[in-house]
């Protein structure tokens, strides 16, 4: 139902847009997120955006680079990754929340897409 794409390699420095769309049902009323996870580590939280998309909040690694936005009519949500590191290297995944607002917690989400590879080479 959900589905993200967008990934790929990079080197340091560049941006990326990855891109969740939603098919079989509308998340028009749900907080969502993006999260991602690297080899041998758990899922981390990067970004959330409320159901308005008025209110998103970042992971500090993610605060003043990513920005996350959503487009209704295109029953989508979106990543702006810029200025990317080797450290943001990881599966990312998208998420939509049990409620309508936003939410840092993975235990919070109740449907995820399958991730999409990004990889930032130094």
């Known amino acids: 139902q959900l589905q993200a794409s967008g990934g790929g390699l990079v080197q340091a420095g560049e941006s990326l847009r990855l891109s969740c769309a939603a098919s079989g049902r509308r998340f028009s009323n749900n907080g969502m997120g993006w999260f991602r996870q690297a080899p041998g580590k758990e899922r981390e939280f990067v970004a959330t955006?409320?159901?308005?998309?008025?209110?998103?909040y970042y992971s500090e690694s993610a605060q003043g680079r990513f920005t996350i936005s959503r487009d209704y009519s295109k029953n989508t949500i979106y990543l702006q990754m810029n200025s990317l590191k080797p450290e943001d290297t990881a599966v990312y995944y998208c998420a939509a929340a049990r409620s309508s607002s936003t939410s840092a917690s993975v235990d919070a989400y109740a449907y995820w897409g399958r991730g999409t590879q990004v990889t930032v080479s130094s």
């Open positions: 955006i409320d159901w308005k998309g008025a209110n998103s």
